[in-house]
């Protein structure tokens, strides 16, 4: 926690009313406003992201142009059996592809990127990022063979852009991926901004400062709605720096005696910069392991991020050369991912990460709600391999830090924008919910406080605002990271239904000629517990009695004679034990 609040940070970079705005940002605002402008109706629908985490995505639209912020993925629940993804349901954005004038991305994150291909396959516009944004982009496209038709287009904070009526102010914000910003959306009716994922850091990795300024400004000349990150409304206080895990990692490095192994997520440039920095300072040499690793890496020292100094980096194959004391290795998997490096190390079953008793792994994330298990596990194995495991445990100095504001800090956006609307966004339904209540407290900062969830259609005009309806919205499920593997809800049913009750095959033997049954028929079972003794000699019994009731005819149609079985057997599985498996008579012809 900082030792300081943000009054006096506020009164220190000229927050006051009286205070001068930076003229590149004064004169792109002011130009923007000057526009005429007409009447109408302004709509916001968000399309994903609204009372889940991941998938964010929304459009807003003035007439016949709109504009979408976003196109994040999800990654599935336990329940979504053998899906890799979950993408939006895009379904409004196609019934009106004429309409839709491009994307705009805030960052790079996997939750607000991660459905371009898809959504880029079925409808392909031009995408805004910033340079390191689209640096992630571009390697996502090339993987889905997309690249060559894209249309990506680089945008840098305090520089404005036009599309169709919109003006759009990209303004710098942090968080715990690097170039990120939030967007103020000038509109025939007013300013929108949306925040994206922020915290308010004073002392970023990068020295890309948060661009308060810009918000006070906004908040002179009005803001129509301000549209807000939710995440960590439920933790008072302030998000603390990025910096504040330095104290950390610095007693870390002083103290580890053998190999040290750092995992963070890949994303994470302000930690891998972090992780390289000190590993230069204590004399040790620094490996990357794992594919996510290596290429956000790679770009963030080609952008200029990351500054790896000569002779420092060396390949996995060679740490066997150096002493344990003098490697350090960062390494993919921190959310215990069953083939990422770090799981496949913790089980001694990686080519180049050998885990040994007394070294040090360290892992600087959060648990991602859904993934204890799986993280724990890891944790259990390396506790069994003997090694010394740091987590996030709520201890002081941390290990990690949050990238999302907490409640002082939204308070600070809010008093600094005054919004006539605000409106929680990129959250669970309780935590949009707690954090509308935070700014209906803040009397005179707020007009009014919508709440929004997604499909819903929020609609502005000169009169006010107001829901006028929803749109088809949901969740696409794919199954092996393909934007084609499509796995519709029946298949996901099934997978369930075989989870959950098993499966029987009836396997009947019958004479393509005749039609007469070959051989008494044989039941198969599979994740299904036959119960009784005998239990499968009456099923067999059922199965030779709906075939001997069974004109020559019927047995000749495999459609049929495969239903009268299904439903004999299902009715007697049922009636005996209360269990309704998947039925799936096979015929065999002879």
């Known amino acids: 926690m900082w030792g300081w609040g943000f009054v006096p940070l506020a009164r220190t970079l000229g927050l006051f009313r009286g205070q001068e705005c930076p003229r590149h940002i004064r004169a792109s605002i002011n130009g923007y406003r000057k526009i005429e402008m007409p009447t109408g109706k302004l709509h916001i629908v968000p399309l994903g992201g609204m009372g889940e985490f991941g998938m964010n995505c929304m459009a807003i639209r003035w007439g ?12 599935p629940e336990s329940e979504l059996l053998g899906v890799d993804i979950v993408v939006p349901d895009i379904s409004y954005l196609l019934e009106n592809r004429d309409k839709v004038r491009g994307i705009l991305l805030t960052h790079g994150h996997e939750d607000h990127i991660g459905a371009l291909p898809w959504i880029l396959s079925e409808l392909n516009v031009p995408v805004w990022g910033t340079e390191f944004t689209l640096a992630y982009v571009e390697d996502k496209l090339d993987e889905h063979e997309l690249l060559d038709d894209a249309d990506l287009r ?34 025939p009716l007013g300013v929108l901004i949306h925040t994206g994922d922020f915290k308010v850091d004073p002392t970023p990795t990068d020295n890309r400062l948060f661009d308060l300024h810009a918000f006070a400004e906004y908040g002179k000349e009005g803001v129509l709605a301000l549209l807000q990150d939710s995440t960590n409304v439920e933790r008072k206080g302030y998000t603390p720096s990025e ?9 870390v490095f002083a103290h580890t005696k053998r190999r040290l192994f750092i995992s963070c997520f890949s994303s994470s440039i302000h930690r891998i910069k972090l992780a390289v920095d000190m590993a230069w300072q204590h004399g040790r040499k620094i490996a990357f392991i794992g594919r996510s690793m290596n290429n956000s ?8 991020y990351i500054e790896i100094p000569e002779g420092l980096l060396i390949h996995p194959g060679e740490m066997k050369n150096f002493p344990p004391e003098k490697v350090c290795v960062l390494i993919s998997g921190t959310q215990g991912e069953p083939m990422s490096a770090l799981s496949r190390a913790a089980v001694d079953n990686h080519k180049h990460a050998k885990i040994e ?17 799986s993280i724990y596990r890891v944790i259990d194995h390396l506790f069994r391999r003997e090694a010394h495991v740091i987590y996030d445990d709520g201890s002081y100095p941390p290990i990690h830090v949050s990238g999302h504001a907490s409640q002082e800090e939204l308070k600070l956006i809010i008093n600094l924008v005054k919004p006539r609307y605000f409106i929680p966004i990129h959250g669970e339904y309780r935590q949009m919910k707690l954090h509308a209540e935070l700014a209906a407290s803040m009397h005179g900062a707020v007009g009014n406080v919508l709440m929004m969830e997604s499909g819903d259609v929020m609609e502005f005009d000169e009169l006010g605002a107001r829901k006028v309806g929803r749109v088809n919205v949901g969740r696409v499920c794919i199954d092996s990271g393909s934007r084609t593997d499509v796995v519709e ?16 095959l009836p396997i009947i033997a019958i004479n393509k000629l005749s039609g007469r049954v070959e051989s008494l028929p044989e039941i198969v079972t599979r994740g299904f517990s036959a119960g009784e003794e005998g239990f499968l000699e009456d099923a067999r019994q059922i ?10 005819e019927e047995k000749t149609d495999y459609g049929v004679i495969k239903e009268k079985i299904r439903a004999d057997l299902k009715r007697y599985i049922s009636k005996q034990t209360q269990k309704r498996p998947l039925i799936m008579p096979v015929i065999l012809e002879i």
């Open 543 to 552: 199965v030779t009695q709906t075939l001997e009731l069974s004109s020559e």
């Open 297 to 304: 890496a790679e770009i963030a020292e080609d952008l200029g």
């Open 64 to 75: 016949d142009d709109i504009l979408v912020v976003d196109a994040g993925l999800m990654f």
């Open 243 to 251: 910096q504040a895990v330095r104290r950390k990692f610095d007693e």
């Open 489 to 504: 809800d029946l298949i996901i049913k099934d997978r369930r239904h075989l989870s959950e009750d098993g499966i029987v």
């Open 357 to 373: 008793k007394g070294d040090t792994v360290v892992l600087s994330s959060r648990i991602i709600p859904g993934n204890e298990k």
């Open 154 to 187: 680089e945008i840098r904070p305090g520089e404005g852009f036009k599309v169709g009526p919109f003006a759009v102010h990209p303004i710098q914000v942090t968080h715990s991926l690097v170039d990120c910003v939030a967007l103020a959306i000038h509109t």
